[in-house]
């Protein structure tokens, strides 16, 4: 089992093994870990790294730096460790002067420290101010999304983002609560949309607020728009047959990836009845996965939260 365990900070790392060999690490090779968290991918990233082999490590979480920098001490010159966001990996890596890496991991969503901290306000289940922002430098909280976005506005998110047949209504009574007062909490919000779902319809099917919780997430930590406009830049940075590996948790990120990785391999924009292509795009790789990877059984065992997960890997040529 493959949980990371510092400083409080519990992650279990996700496809550890499968992500790993993913990336087909050389030893003397330069990756990069867009989503650091505890540092459990990092850490065997690095221990198949030699001396002439580098990581940059990059994460928004403040906790989750400080737990892969105790994680990864041992790791020295090896590892350089960033805090950001992934969408800047471009800026980032002109500032190291490193000009082509061999292989990317992103490993999307939100993490079980997370989650499991209530004060960062990610859990319906647990008490704690609407927060759910993964960089805490950020002064908009989800605070201001529940109690400022308009009705329209928060059934557009809780539609697109949570893809709930009952966005209209949940987005009517979070609208008609806050007249009376604000929204603080997010056991208070949870206990909204439970009351805008119809009972019959809540039965055996897990909290209603998951969806909710989960779009509001979303829009704003602008997790989805990040990975649309940074996959181009990531395949740009990679170096001929370098990897990028991408661990998705729900249809939005997979349907992007999928999306991403097939324009990659397959670029032409000419009319399927050509009989050659003529708009003179270029594949930039393949596909390695023509079918996402998925958890094994003894990894959905040792962790539920592991169950929606989808890795997909593109090679580039």
């Known amino acids: 089992m493959s949980e990371e365990k510092a400083d409080g900070f519990n992650h279990y790392s996700v496809m550890l093994e499968e992500a790993v060999e993913g990336l087909n690490v050389r030893p003397d090779g330069t990756y990069v870990d867009g989503t650091l968290g505890g540092g459990g991918h990092a850490f065997e990233i690095l221990s198949r790294l030699n001396g ?17 920098a105790k994680k990864l001490e041992g790791f020295g010159n090896r590892l350089t460790i960033i805090r950001s966001n992934y969408g800047d990996i471009r800026e ?39 927060d759910m922002r993964m960089d805490s430098r950020m002064s908009m909280t989800a605070y ?21 047949r009952f966005a209209k209504n949940i987005a009517k009574h979070i609208a008609n609560e806050r007249k009376n007062k604000t929204i603080k909490t997010t056991t208070e919000l949870a206990e909204i949309v439970k009351g805008a779902i119809p009972a019959k319809m809540r039965a055996g099917k897990g909290h209603p607020a998951k969806q909710t919780f989960q779009a509001i997430r979303i829009e704003l930590n602008r997790e989805l ?59 930039r790789g393949r596909i390695v996965t023509k079918k996402p990877i998925t958890p094994s059984e003894k990894e959905l065992e040792e962790n539920l939260r592991s169950r929606s997960a989808k890795l997909r890997i593109f090679e580039k040529a």
Not at 52 to 68: F, N, P, R, T, W
Not at 153 to 161: A, M, Q
């Open 52 to 68: 002439k082999g580098s990581l940059i490590g990059i994460d928004q979480d403040s906790d989750a730096i400080v737990a892969a």
């Open 92 to 130: 980032i890596t002109k500032r190291l002067g490193v000009e082509s890496v061999d292989g990317i991991l992103l490993d999307l969503g939100v993490s079980s420290f997370q989650l499991d901290k209530a004060e960062r306000g990610f859990s319906y289940k647990l008490e704690a101010p609407l």
């Open 144 to 164: 201001d999304i529940v109690n400022g976005y308009s009705e329209s506005e928060l059934y557009r998110v809780i539609r697109d983002y949570g893809e709930d």
């Open 225 to 283: 728009d990040v990975l649309q406009n940074t996959l181009d830049e990531m395949v740009e940075l990679l170096s001929p047959g370098g990897r990028i590996c991408v661990i998705t948790f729900h249809s939005l990120e997979d349907r992007i990836v999928k999306s991403a990785f097939r324009r990659f391999e397959n670029p032409c924009t000419c009319p399927p009845d050509f009989p050659v292509c003529r708009c003179g795009a270029v594949s």
